[in-house]
């Protein structure tokens, strides 16, 4: 393989902009040689800032993938367009690394995967949350088995009054749903991702429209006009594992509680839990007394988490290993979040 990669970006929006081209930027090994956005100004401004000596910019990403010299795309769409233009690029002979949610639903999110397959290329999904110095203690502290066995864990993606009101997120045929597969998503993510478990059993779920009815002064991101609210503003759902795990799903954009939680995990296990809440905390039973202890997440490099993926990302292509984020983990997730969407919608648990 050539000394450098070469990167195509689909999709030069926000979080190209913030997450993937900076990290792609810092890496000597990688260059951005190839933008398509629908909005040739975004492509040419892509370029100008992040791509190599020489780039091309495009607004039709099929002809970006018949760029042969390309051997990797990111792509940053919104979701109703992740599975289609990932399976191109797939099919183009490009490794893949899609924006969450891994699709819009399940069923494309699983064609995907199997296009990958196929075809060999990798393929994975940004989930930047694992890749946070204090889940990577959390993880090891997982794996170390201090916790014992672990069969109560909570997944907690609460905003008081976050809705996002730019772009498409309250449109439900462009982004498939609100809160859950916005943020739920990464909390759920993290969950899995710490227990090493993706067998669910049963989902039994709810979702819930009330918040949008009125706007709201407080929220973060300005008043929504809830004549556009087309999404749910909270998701709950009990997810049972096949191992007995029982897992509490509870994301929000809009809800009255008193704290708010940024994707954080509770996990309780047989001889002690564990959680992010606010750094990362041990508690349990010592000596005959409860405790509750910090861990120290101090660390040698303050690597941001989007860059520690991506990084990893591309050392996985170079080395020709699995990526850190697994396009089977990720198709789990989707499975997940279409049982919740549908157990709220019939009332009824979904097994799996």
């Known amino acids: 393989m050539r000394k450098k990669l070469k990167a195509g970006i689909i999709g030069c929006g926000e979080i190209a902009f913030s997450k993937h081209m900076p990290g792609l930027a810092k890496l000597r090994d990688v260059e951005m040689t190839a933008f398509c956005n629908r909005s040739l100004e975004k492509a040419e401004r892509a370029a100008a800032e992040f791509g190599a000596e020489v780039s091309r910019v495009y607004t039709d990403y099929n002809k970006l993938l018949q760029d042969n010299e390309l051997d990797l795309v990111h792509i940053c769409t919104p979701n109703n367009s992740h599975a289609e233009i990932s399976v191109a690029a797939l099919r183009a002979g490009k490794d893949v690394m899609c924006e969450k949610p891994m699709a819009l639903n399940a069923e494309q999110a699983e064609a995907m995967y199997k296009m990958a397959q196929k075809t060999g290329q990798k393929l994975s999904v940004s989930y930047q949350n694992r890749f946070k110095t204090e889940n990577i203690l959390f993880k090891e502290l997982v794996d170390s088995g201090r916790l014992g066995k672990i069969y109560f864990a909570r997944s907690l993606a609460l905003r008081r009054r976050g809705v996002p009101t730019w772009g498409y997120f309250l449109d439900k045929e462009i982004q498939g749903g609100g809160p859950l597969i916005d943020i739920g998503t990464h909390s759920l993510d993290l969950t899995l991702w710490l227990l090493d478990n993706y067998q669910p059993k049963i989902v039994l779920a709810n979702v819930f429209n009330e918040m949008a009815a009125e706007s709201s002064k407080a929220n973060y991101f300005g008043p929504w006009e809830k004549e556009k609210f087309e ?39 047989t001889k002690a839990g564990a959680d992010n809440i606010n750094g990362l905390r041990i508690n349990g039973e010592k000596e005959g007394r409860l405790y509750k ?60």
């Not at 709950?236 to 994301?251: D, K, R, W, Y």
């Not at 989007?306 to 499975?335: M, T």
């Open 231 to 269: 999404v749910e503003d909270a998701a709950v759902a009990h997810i049972i594992m096949e191992n007995g795990c029982s897992i509490f799903l509870e994301s929000s954009w809009a809800l009255n509680t008193p704290e708010e939680y940024d994707i954080k995990s509770i996990l309780s296990g």
């Open 293 to 352: 202890e910090e861990i120290s997440t101090a660390s040698s490099t303050n690597e941001d988490p989007g860059d520690r993926e991506i990084r990893l990302w591309i050392e996985a292509i170079k080395a020709d290993k699995e990526p850190p984020v697994k396009a089977k983990e990720a198709l789990v997730i989707a499975q997940i979040l279409d049982a919740i969407y549908q157990s709220a919608e019939t009332g009824e648990a979904v097994e799996f």
